[in-house]
């Protein structure tokens, strides 16, 4: 592959509630299910980016994510599965899909989340990586991203293979895609069928109805588990049958199909060849166990601290000052809000902060000068333990927080669990993230910040704050007897661009 697979649409939350019927509820005539378990994971389009990545292909998924508790566990879930997000701002909540079950059988969907929210612009990066693609999927569930101008524009210029997955509610495809992968029931919404035409020929008449109309190169109808229905430019088409009959939970199945297709024609295959794959794949993964045994164990959740309301002033002078907990993806999310309705702009760092000490101080100070909020990542215990070795931190990620969140430069925190901060980077989108450096060496280039990457998807910006000389966790361990090694990653000297502001208190440069 010359480039990534890159996923273009709308993401949804999903989640898988198991559990056990053992009698009816006294007041309504309907069965109670007691909860046993239950599992969440990216679905709609970043579903299928899991399916692609998890066949070791290098994906970038560019999708919409809302500023709330959803869009932040999505980011978490496609980091986890090796997926690069480049985010587009979303207006709204995050559209989630629940299914009850029990026994293996699903007794209730339960969708919430709302009507769908507009999708931000992309930037120019996102822009350039569908055109450097191997080979675009647009993964479309009705919610919006694929109707977006500035990516249309994009998905029609590429000169990679593109396949689009299509929804009732959504766009048309854009001209000239090699393979749309509409469903019987799709193609029924999209173009009626004649009375009394069979199956086939209902398949066939939508399928070339589609082609021409959208000007694609090929058009396949999936058949569940009867494989798929290929129409080309000639009068006859191919039907591929499945490997063999297979009965489960066919949740993700069309995903699967739609990815399956995709990687084929990144590597070269023709149509038909990618089609014959995508039907051994959509077979094998049903007859697996379907979405439940495909996917990688998931991440666990963060737990929450029990949040009181924020402040609630309409201003930027509202949203400055605090007194309530600012700790917790709550509370971020909240401010998010805040802050972007106001037209204002995001500062983020990051790091351990063990043991929280002046330099600290008062790098935080410095880069909340540079926007209107300060939001702080903090490495959970269980990453600082596998950044810095068994005997680090020295304090709890809960009483680390705490201490940064009564901070007056900083005005929400957030702990992650992930290595690095690149997942909840993608869900916050940042105007600027800050690191402290070494102000005397400070001058190199930018991009030498390894989140310097992660912050062009969505057009921020990495800088460099001063920090107070001689101030160093690891000595102050050492110092006092302590053991840990390694250096702060929020604030180890390198070579990096530096702001210097002008002023260290709050009410400074904006």
Known sequence: MRGPVVVVGDTLLDRDVEGMVNRLCPDSPVPVLDETSAVDRPGGAGLAAVFAAAQGADVVLVTALADDAGGARLSALLAAAGVRVYPLALCGATPEKIRLRARGRVLLR????????EPGQPSDEVLRVIGAASAVLVS???????????????????RAPVVWDPHPRGPAAVPGVHLATPNESEVRE???????????????????GLRRRWRAGAVAVTLGGDGALLCHAGSTPLVVPTPGSAEGDTCGAGDRFAAAASLALAEGALVSEAVQAAVAEASAYVAGGGVAAALPPPVG????????????????????????DRVGVAAVAGLLAEVRAAGGTVVATGGCFDLLHAGHVATLQAARQLGDCLIVCVNSDASVAGLKGSDRPVMAEG????????????????????????????????????????YATGGGDATTLPEAEVLRRWGGNTVVVPYLDGRSTTDMIARSGGRGAGVDPAFGRAEHPVVAPVSMTREGTR
């Open 190 to 208: 999209l173009v009626p069928a004649l009375p009394g035409a069979s199956r086939l020929a209902t398949a066939s008449r939508g399928a070339q």
């Open 110 to 117: 339960h969708d919430r989340g709302g009507a769908s929210g």
């Open 399 to 438: 009483d680390r927080a705490r201490l940064l969140a009564a901070l007056g430069c900083v005005d929400a925190v957030m702990v992650f669990d992930e290595p690095t901060p690149d997942a909840v980077l993608s869900w916050l989108r940042p105007d600027v993230w800050v690191k402290g450096g070494d």
């Open 140 to 158: 479309d569930y009705g919610r919006g991203v694929a109707r977006q101008p500035a990516l249309r524009a994009a998905l029609a210029a590429t």
């Open 301 to 324: 959740a963060r737990g929450e601290p029990v949040s009181r309301t924020r402040r609630s002033a309409p201003s930027l002078s509202g949203v400055v000052g605090s007194g309530a």
